[in-house]
């Protein structure tokens, strides 16, 4: 299982307070997500999910501006070398503005419409969560098409 990151980076006090980006390339072209990727070895959650941040929007994110909303697992039984153990992050400070780069295509998007049609499935599960202040645990397991949410567990933390 890989490790990696997922950070949502949320602009408050605007109406577009959400940053996704448009993955333009690989696994899951053409939903739009968080930002995030694989933990390097030596690398601790934060600062890969710093690096992934610039790497996949532009944005510079101290490592210590990043506030840990929970973890969650993904499962994919037809494939498992596509299971991640995901460190999620919220931030509100970044230096710089949103840019397309060669994996994605960033956009502000109200908390209240948010693109569930062009995301992952699991997302308009645990997102709103999260949005709404909760950290959880959560594990999604996909169908054969690696597509549909076959099950789910989540556990908010107290």
């Not at 460190?87 to 956009?107: C, D, K, N, Q, S």
């Amino acid at each position: 299982m890989k490790l990696a990151t997922l950070t949502l980076v949320i602009r408050q006090g605007r109406p577009d307070v959400l940053l996704l980006g448009r993955k333009k390339r690989g696994f899951g072209h053409g939903k739009y997500n968080g930002f995030g990727g694989k933990i390097e070895p030596g690398e601790d959650a934060r600062h890969a999910a710093a690096r992934e941040v610039a790497k996949e929007c532009g944005l510079e994110v101290a490592p210590q501006a990043l506030v840990p909303a929970g973890r969650i697992v993904f499962c994919f039984p037809t494939d498992p070398n596509l299971d991640h153990d995901v460190a999620l992050f919220l931030t509100t400070t970044w230096h710089g503005e949103p840019r397309e780069t060669e994996e994605m295509a960033p956009e502000w998007f109200p908390a209240n419409a948010l693109p569930f049609a062009q995301m992952w499935q699991d997302d308009a599960i645990w997102l709103p969560l999260v949005l709404a202040g909760r950290v959880l645990d959560a594990e999604f397991t996909f169908a054969d098409d690696n597509e549909t949410v076959a099950s789910s567990s989540i556990r908010c933390r107290p």
